[in-house]
């Protein structure tokens, strides 16, 4: 927000130059973005904090900020109004619907004269990005850049019924705008009406039916505290920002709006002339009473890491506009200003206090208290081993949100369970992911737009209903997709997950088949499950998680191979004691074994007749090879495996290996199955 340094000067005795300023206020109070020079005057450009938006939102605010932090004379403008006799109940009647304003007035002036400004205050709308209207219009704009209150100026002779009311809108209405735009109001909306309809949209923009022009003489001057809800939601839906409504969506002092009516009835005076009724409409709720704050001198010394004296912070808190009044034993009684309502607890002024004493000041010092380790929290860091595998194992690594659209659990079968937030931002992040399957198969679907074989991982936690609180789930998955020919990606994706398990310590990892009756971890995932390709990964006899390939129906244009594992499961079965065994001494010998099984049978079912009639000699068993396709049939597949033959105490004969191979054809052949010689 930008501010005039000439118009600061008004109210501040023994300002320093410009860009000393700028440089203090920063440190001290907020962000000068920029300084500019314009003509004989300085811009600065302001970035305000929400919080102080109500009361630095105007040049008396600043001027005030200044005050506070630099000790120079403050110079409030006084009110100068003129007013006539005549009450204002003899001009208009008002009426506040509840819930649409904090506070409303409304003045009377007649006798006004619109014109041009005077040249001073276009040049100061100047600086300040604002353009002039009139003598009147822009009084009211000038009050506002003045003390950040927006004010609105109608017609009295345009009122119709010379009534006045802030309501909500109603079914069908609508209003043309001072620039001609017509709006179709909402029942949300808050207008201002007579007795005819909406004449303003409340906080936003004035209409042009009760517009001011050169022929006006009388004119009604509003000033008022709108919800700032509502003025935020509608200045977005009709698409108008203006610099009213930019200051209603922050909640702006209602109680101090009273004493600014004077102010406002003598800026207009002195801009278009007229004389004002002998009062002004002031509709309201009582307001609460300000309850002093307590606060602690030592605490406050202990909490900046700075030893103030009790007169020092007495200083500080006047300058601000604190009343104070001294309690016992080092403690005060402090009422904030009634224009700052962000006071609400001793650190909020033990904050400001050190803020305005000034934060670079004080020494900075290592802390005292003691330094205690929080410990190993071995979940993260087993989380973090495991990511480091992947990469090594050529994945990238995806993180995508925990919230995820009801549409994309129902896509995959999982909107049955899930853990909704009352209030989502977007429809797009309203429920809680039970799996990450929906986030990486997008992840992998545009992966593949612009790169061959993507590989990807990501950690993070998944979320289930349960009966008293939800539970949340810190898993490993990975995705990848490829142009391998059917089922070589599947295959791949078991030896990634053979190696991450190896790489872990661990070696008695099982796949196998999913039950389609009983559920799989931690929901049911079935309908985007290949039928001949899924399992569920055991280690030991612990289900740890699943892998499948993407049924087509959801899949990208190339395979996809997804697989979630429980980290926890996984943890909880590495001992921190490793084996270690010495290097055989004697050399092994692998043979190779090609089987011919039905194409809906699993390798693990192979493996394990292989492993169970190898005897003592078999000490490992790959799959090297899978084969679908012509020369077989249809119904049938070709599994080749290394069967490594290996002993501790001599080197093996060929007879040996021979006949257990003997023996391992005829266990595969009572099974059904074929082996090729």
């Known amino acids: ?35 500019e020079k314009k003509g004989s005057d300085t811009v600065f450009d302001i970035e305000l904090l929400p919080n102080r938006f109500a009361d630095l939102a105007g040049h008396i605010g600043i001027a005030h900020e200044i ?7 403050f110079l409030f403008p006084k009110p100068d109004a003129r007013r006539s006799k005549t009450p204002i109940k ?23 004269s619109v014109k041009p400004s005077p040249k001073k205050i276009q040049e100061r709308f100047a600086v300040c990005g604002l353009r002039p209207i009139n003598s009147l219009v822009d009084a009211t704009n000038y009050f506002m850049l003045d003390t950040g209150n927006p004010a609105h100026a109608f017609d009295y002779d345009k009122i119709e019924g010379k009534t006045i009311s802030v309501r909500r809108a109603r079914p069908s209405e609508t209003m043309e705008t001072i620039d001609g735009a017509v709006i179709n109001l909402m029942k949300n909306d808050v207008v201002i009406a007579d007795a005819r309809g909406p004449i303003a949209l409340a906080g936003i923009k004035g209409g042009k039916r009760a517009e001011i022009t050169k022929d006006t003489k009388r004119a009604l001057i509003e000033l008022g505290v709108f919800d700032p809800a509502r003025v935020r939601e509608t200045a977005r839906r009709v698409g108008f920002t203006t610099d009213a409504s930019m ?18 009835i003598g800026y207009i005076q002195n801009f278009a002339g007229g004389i004002a009724a002998k009062d002004s409409v002031d509709i309201h709720k009582p307001f609460p009473k300000i309850i002093p704050i307590l606060l602690d001198v030592p605490y406050a010394s202990h909490l900046l890491g700075a030893v103030l004296s009790e007169k020092e912070i007495l200083t500080i808190l006047k300058r601000m506009g604190c009343s104070t009044v001294k309690g016992k034993a080092r403690t005060l009684m402090v009422a904030p200003p009634p224009w700052r309502e962000d006071l609400k607890s001793s650190e909020d002024l033990i904050e400001d206090i050190g803020r305005i004493y000034g934060i670079e000041r004080i020494e900075a010092r290592p802390p005292r208290a003691p330094m205690i380790s929080s410990g190993h929290d071995e979940l993260h860091i087993f989380s973090d081993q495991l990511r480091g595998y992947m990469k090594e194992l050529g994945y990238a690594e995806a993180i995508n949100y925990a919230l995820v659209s009801e549409d994309d659990l129902a896509s995959i079968g999982e909107a049955r369970s899930t853990l909704k937030l009352a209030n989502p931002l977007s429809k797009e992040y309203a429920v809680f992911r039970t799996s990450m399957f929906p986030g990486l198969l997008k992840n992998i679907k545009i992966g593949t737009l612009y790169e061959h074989s993507p590989r990807l991982f990501e950690v993070g936690r998944v979320f289930r209903p349960a009966r008293n609180t939800p539970e949340e789930h810190m898993m490993l998955a990975c995705i990848l997709s490829g142009t391998k020919k059917s089922g070589g990606l599947y295959y791949e994706a078991k030896g990634t ?23 799989v971890w931690p929901f049911t995932l079935l309908g985007t499950m290949h039928p001949h390709r899924s399992a569920q990964v055991e280690i030991g006899t612990k289900r740890v998680g699943y892998l499948f390939e993407v049924h087509p129906d959801f899949r990208a244009r190339e395979p996809v191979v997804f697989f979630e594992l429980s980290i926890p499961n996984i943890l909880g079965d590495i001992s921190q004691k490793r084996e270690f065994r010495a290097i055989p001494r004697f050399p092994a010998m692998v043979r190779d074994l090609s089987v011919l099984v039905h194409k809906d049978e699993r390798a693990d079912s192979v493996i394990d007749v292989i492993e169970n009639s190898g005897g ?48 391992i054809k005829r266990a595969l052949g009572e099974r059904g199955w074929e082996v090729r010689e």
């Open 1 to 35: 927000m930008k501010f005039s340094y000439s118009w600061l000067s008004d109210y501040v005795k023994s300002m320093p130059e410009p860009k000393k300023l700028a440089e203090l206020f920063t440190l001290r109070a907020y962000q000068v973005e920029s300084i």
């Open 247 to 264: 200051r209603f969506s922050h909640l702006l002092p209602a109680r101090v709006l009273g004493s600014t009516v004077e102010l406002l």
């Open 90 to 112: 003899e001009y208009v009647r008002a009426a506040v619907e509840n819930g649409t304003a904090w506070r409303y007035t409304l003045s009377y002036v007649e006798g006004v």
């Open 616 to 663: 003592q000699l078999l000490a490992d068993v790959d799959l090297f090879d899978y084969y679908e396709g012509s020369g077989f049939g249809e119904d049938r597949k070709s599994l080749a495996f290394h069967l490594v033959f290996q002993s501790s105490e001599r080197t093996l004969k060929d007879k040996e290996v021979l006949d257990r191979i003997v023996v």
């Open 67 to 73: 005050h506070a932090i630099y000790g120079s004379k």
């Open 497 to 519: 997950l053979e190696a991450l398990v190896e790489e872990c310590g661990l070696d008695d990892i099982w796949f196998r088949e999913v039950d389609p009756k009983a559920s």
